[in-house]
């Protein structure tokens, strides 16, 4: 149950931005074998948003980010750190929140980058309460953002990955309360023996060189994923710990309000809550306007859920999100 009189911490206010550029399954269609008929059977995708030109993720996630600053009327040197969960930061090093810092003009407040892939918005939620509750921190903008476009195979070749990704950024503002509306509980999970069954493979530390001619050649830039592999470990792993936050504090799936999963596949999604018997209505889904992506899938279906009236003041909100890792983890928010 929320922990009355505790500090804790609370999204204060959300907003998401994605690149102009729209691309229909009909476009895919054109570039590569494939058809919007296989798309949307599969995975329920029906366009993406991709990037034009040299944009990283920063530069969706700055937006994002002055908007939900605007929104809570607060300056970036208002806040004590920006966390920014990616799996496809601006450059190697250094990581995407200091870019994002200097962009949004607050030096000296602390910055930091979470590589937790599907699961990054969660874990970074979670560590944001973490930082919240203890006193050391007030205010921490979590930052969920993705340029995928420019990553993928575009050929047959890559086409089981390729149609999945879209480019995206959400943005929140976490900040201390004592009330009832809070972030109840995370709950985060990893399972690194299965870390070959999603994964790029170059360039990387452990290649020398770090990346050849030969490697582009043969592809090893981009994501390779066994895709009924991760779709069975998906089933399995989010009901599980949906049900351990709801046990752990003392609700059932009829108290929840809105379900708000991480959007990688629409099939996932429905075979989670037929599993769960989550009835569709309550669940948030967006994935045919904006394909997976990734840690800025859940603040964008919030944020929007927000914005349609679909979450109201005081529901009880489940987010739940699984990925590369493989990560897993789930959120348990009083709205
Ligand atoms: O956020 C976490 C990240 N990833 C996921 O959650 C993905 C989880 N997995 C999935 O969503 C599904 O496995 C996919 C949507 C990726 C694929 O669906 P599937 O039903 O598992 O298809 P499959 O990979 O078994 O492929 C079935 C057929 C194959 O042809 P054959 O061998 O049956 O002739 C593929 O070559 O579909 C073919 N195929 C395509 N056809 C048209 C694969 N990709 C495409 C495509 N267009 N884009």
Known sequence: ??????????????????????????????????????????????????????????????????????????????????????????????????????????????????????????????????????????????????????????????????????????AVLIEATEGDSRIIDTRLHADGRYLDILKIVAPASKLNPRVTHEMLDKGLQYPYMEGRAVFKQAIARLPQVINEILDANGYSVSDVDLLVPHQANLRINEMVIGIMGIPRSKMVSNIDRYGNTTAASIPIALCEAVEDGRLKSGDLVLLAAFGAGLTWGAGLVRW
């Open 1 to 170: 149950m929320a922990r009355k009189d505790m500090r804790g911490s609370r999204i204060t206010s959300i907003a998401f931005h994605v690149p102009d550029r729209l691309v229909t399954n009909y476009d895919l269609e054109r570039m590569i074998d494939t058809s919007d008929e296989w798309i949307v059977q599969r995975t329920g995708i029906k366009q993406r948003h991709w990037v034009e030109g040299d944009v990283g993720a920063s530069e969706l996630a700055l937006p994002a980010s002055i908007e939900a600053l605007e929104k809570a009327g607060l300056k970036a040197s208002d806040l004590d750190m920006i966390i920014f969960a990616t799996l496809s930061p601006d450059i190697t090093f250094p990581g995407s929140a200091c870019i994002l810092q200097a962009k949004l003009g607050c030096p000296g407040i602390a910055a930091l980058d979470i590589s937790n892939q599907c699961t990054g918005f969660i874990y970074s939620l979670s560590v944001a309460d973490q930082f919240i509750r203890t006193g050391s921190m007030n205010r921490i903008l979590v930052v969920g953002a993705e340029v995928h476009s420019s990553g993928l195979d575009i050929s047959n070749k890559g086409r089981d990955v390729t149609v999945l990704f879209g480019d995206g950024a959400g």
